[in-house]
Nanobody
Framework: QVQLVESGGTLVLAGGSLRLSCAAS????????MGWFRQAPGKDREFVAT????????NYADSVKGRFTISRDNAKNTVYLQLNSLKPEDTAVYYC????????????????????WGQGTQVTVSS
């Protein structure tokens, strides 16, 4: 069984920066990819970023390109999301997720491609 635990969410001023972490535990944790999603009140969960567990593949939502950076530390079974130039519209609960099977990298923006989810961490950006 895989467990994902996010941390790092907090209240930050617009224009500020934040780094979220997602630590994974479980026997022989070896996903194909890890992703970050977010969900604002009254809205659907939306894709933010994804990273392959091996190799250099990453992908970002257009709304965060150039501002957010996803990275990983395989030795620590941890994935990070660096959030820069934050805007009030970035306010949401941020979730990390693990995809244990991979049909296509192009589908990694879809929540249904992920098998395990964390409990979420709240990011609030104040203007």
């Amino acid at each position: 069984q895989v467990q994902l635990v996010e941390s790092g969410g907090t209240l930050v001023l617009a224009g500020g920066s934040l780094r979220l972490s997602c630590a994974a535990s479980g026997r022989s944790f070896s996903p194909y990819a890890m992703g970050w999603f977010r969900q604002a009140p009254g809205k659907d969960r939306e894709f933010v970023a994804t990273i392959a567990w091996t190799g250099g593949y990453t992908n970002y939502a257009d709304s965060v390109k150039g501002r957010f950076t996803i990275s990983r530390d395989n030795a620590k079974n941890t994935v990070y999301l660096q959030l820069n130039s934050l805007k009030p519209e970035d306010t949401a609960v941020y979730y990390c997720a693990a995809a244990m099977y991979l049909e296509s990298y192009s589908r990694l923006n879809l929540p249904r491609e992920y098998d395990y989810w964390g409990q979420g961490t709240q990011v609030t950006v104040s203007s």
